[in-house]
């Protein structure tokens, strides 16, 4: 009774404005217990997971981006991909939503009690990278592997390492892909198109493979939207009557 300990001065003055029964007062203090430990437990899976921010469905500007289905949104937000262990890829241009959806998702799933771990695509290969260093490659590959969701955000973004010594991106990621097909879910966001995915993983073959297994079980997102980072620029621009810092960048 760990919450009771630390919240017994409020629970006092709530029993002494109150007076409630002793069936009833007993109800109260167990239901804030449970609820402090389910707060715990979701806190230390959002911890664990390693989302760096906490985005929810919510908070979306789904009209900003009209091409966005929200029904279809908010159908995925009920994570029933997860549980069905299919994939899930989004594609589209940088401030589209892509990560703000997939963070959503994966505080859904900490909320539900759902194994998850969230990484930026080229912050996923260094660590595995960095296993084959010091022989803790087999242990960070299953660390990977065993959640029932990992989000692998923002492919295409970041300098991937290319060393002649080493497997190449592409194959690194092929080997987590693998082990996780049809085992459990993966979800994606590339800034990149599919078709180049194999010159940024550095070989086109192998990330035919990693797309090929993510296709089989797999749902696809393309959002052609504007950038809602620019359009936040933009605003803050005008009010401070200044140019916009995006102004010359087509997008």
């Known amino acids: 009774?760990?919450?009771?300990?630390?919240?017994?001065?409020?629970?006092?003055?709530?029993?002494l404005r109150e007076r409630p029964a002793h069936a009833v007062?007993?109800?109260?203090?167990?239901?804030?217990?449970?609820?402090?430990?389910?707060?715990?437990?979701?806190?230390?899976?959002?911890?664990?997971?390693?989302?760096?921010?906490?985005k929810t469905l919510e908070a979306f500007d789904f009209d900003f981006q009209p091409?966005?289905?929200?029904?279809?949104?908010?159908?995925l937000g009920r994570l029933g991909f997860v549980q069905r262990r299919d994939d899930l890829?989004?594609?589209?241009?940088?401030?589209?939503?892509?990560?703000?959806?997939?963070?959503?998702?994966?505080?859904?799933?900490?909320?539900?009690?759902?194994?998850?771990?969230y990484a930026r695509c080229v912050d996923l290969l260094d660590d595995l990278h960095a296993g084959l260093a010091d022989n803790s490659y087999p242990r960070r590959l299953r660390a990977w592997t065993a959640p029932d969701l990992i989000i692998i955000d923002d492919v295409g973004l970041g300098q991937v390492r290319k060393r002649d010594?080493?497997?190449?991106?592409?194959?690194?990621?092929?080997?987590?892909?693998?082990?996780r097909h049809g085992r459990a879910s993966t979800a994606v966001t590339s800034n990149i198109k599919l078709?180049?995915?194999?010159?940024?993983?550095?070989?086109?073959t192998v990330a035919g493979a990693?797309?090929?297994?993510?296709?089989?079980?797999g749902i696809r997102l393309?959002?052609?939207?504007?950038?809602?980072?620019?359009?936040?620029?933009?605003?803050?621009?005008?009010?401070?009557?200044?140019?916009?810092l995006l102004d010359d960048i087509e997008t």
Request: hydrophobic residues 35%; glycine residues 8%.
């Open 210 to 217: 990693i797309l090929d297994r993510l296709a089989m079980h």
């Open 1 to 15: 009774m760990t919450h009771l300990l630390t919240d017994l001065d409020s629970l006092l003055d709530w029993s």
């Open 195 to 204: 078709s180049e995915w194999g010159k940024y993983l550095g070989d086109a």
């Open 165 to 179: 010594d080493e497997p190449t991106a592409a194959h690194s990621l092929f080997n987590l892909i693998d082990r």
């Open 222 to 244: 393309d959002i052609n939207g504007p950038s809602y980072r620019k359009h936040l620029a933009d605003e803050r621009a005008k009010n401070a009557g200044t140019p916009g």
């Open 67 to 75: 091409t966005v289905d929200k029904s279809f949104i908010l159908e």
């Open 89 to 117: 890829v989004i594609t589209g241009q940088p401030g589209t939503g892509k990560s703000h959806f997939l963070k959503a998702f994966a505080l859904r799933a900490c909320q539900q009690g759902i194994r998850v771990r």
């Open 25 to 54: 007062f007993l109800e109260h203090v167990l239901g804030r217990e449970v609820a402090s430990k389910t707060e715990s437990r979701i806190e230390r899976r959002i911890h664990n997971s390693g989302l760096d921010e906490r």
